[in-house]
């Protein structure tokens, strides 16, 4: 099931974010900053990433458990979310 255009936008904005971290990345290496700041940043970037999964799958969870039957139709049943969730923690 799509998310919704609200839900898509909000995530699409986070994504933004993270993509201005991880340039912010390339900079601090460029500069030669201490690993210590680095790998602070590395993690906000990858903490950021795993809650834009996790909304998606909040969404699709909550899109399974509102009509289970649109979402077995369009391949997103329960035991899918669970399986995505599963990769990703």
Same mark, same amino acid.
């Given at each position: ?7 898509? *936008?909000?995530?699409? #904005? $986070? ?7 991880? +340039?912010? =990345?390339?900079?601090? @290496? ?10 602070? *940043?590395?993690?906000? #970037? $990858? ?7 996790? +909304?998606? =799958?909040?969404?699709? @969870? ?28």
């Amino acid at each position: 099931m799509a998310v919704s255009q609200t839900t898509a *936008q909000e995530l699409v #904005a $986070r994504l933004r974010k993270v993509e201005g971290q991880v +340039r912010g =990345l390339q900079v601090m @290496l460029h500069e030669g900053r201490p690993c210590r700041d680095v790998v602070t *940043q590395l993690r906000a #970037a $990858r903490s950021a990433l795993d809650q834009v999964g996790f +909304r998606l =799958l909040s969404a699709d @969870l909550q899109a399974c458990l509102r009509d289970p039957e649109a979402a077995a139709r369009s391949g997103e049943s329960l035991e899918e979310v669970e399986r995505l969730f599963l990769k990703l923690a």
